[in-house]
């Protein structure tokens, strides 16, 4: 059973960090991609980062890029991100995904996914 469970949101000022985990079971982050999407009120859902299977290429968008890393913790089975100068426009629900597998170049297309989290807020605020 494929199972992502989200935690780590809350309320932050903005210039502060947070750090997002995400314990996954049911499979292996050696062979499945991971992704990290979030949905602000009103918007759409956008892709915010991925690391394929091999964990050898990672993608951002570029709103997050420089501030913004996925990091893994195989023996926990856990994916994290961490969000350091954090902005209102950042506030959101985040999810996690995976799939067995991405292409690249559109790994912004939550069509790919097949696994979500429930997701976690974080809000940027003062």
């Known amino acids: 059973q494929v199972q992502l469970v989200e935690s780590g949101g809350g309320l932050v000022q903005p210039g502060g960090s947070l750090r997002l985990s995400c314990a996954v079971s049911?499979?292996?982050?050696?062979?499945?991609?991971i992704a990290w999407f979030r949905q602000a009120p009103g918007k759409e859902r956008e892709g915010v980062s991925c690391?394929?299977?091999?964990?050898?290429?990672?993608y951002y968008a570029d709103s997050v890029k420089g501030r913004f890393t996925v990091s893994t913790d195989n023996a926990k089975n856990t994916v994290y991100l961490q969000m350091n100068s954090l902005k209102p426009e950042d506030t959101a629900v985040y999810y996690c995904?995976?799939?067995?597998?991405?292409?690249?170049?559109?790994?912004?297309?939550?069509?790919?996914?097949?696994?979500w989290g429930q997701g976690t807020q974080v809000t940027v605020s003062s």
């Open positions: 690391m394929t299977s091999s964990y050898g290429s990672t």
């Open positions: 049911g499979f292996s982050l050696d062979y499945y991609a």
């Open positions: 995904t995976a799939t067995l597998g991405v292409w690249g170049s559109f790994w912004w297309s939550e069509s790919q996914y097949d696994y």
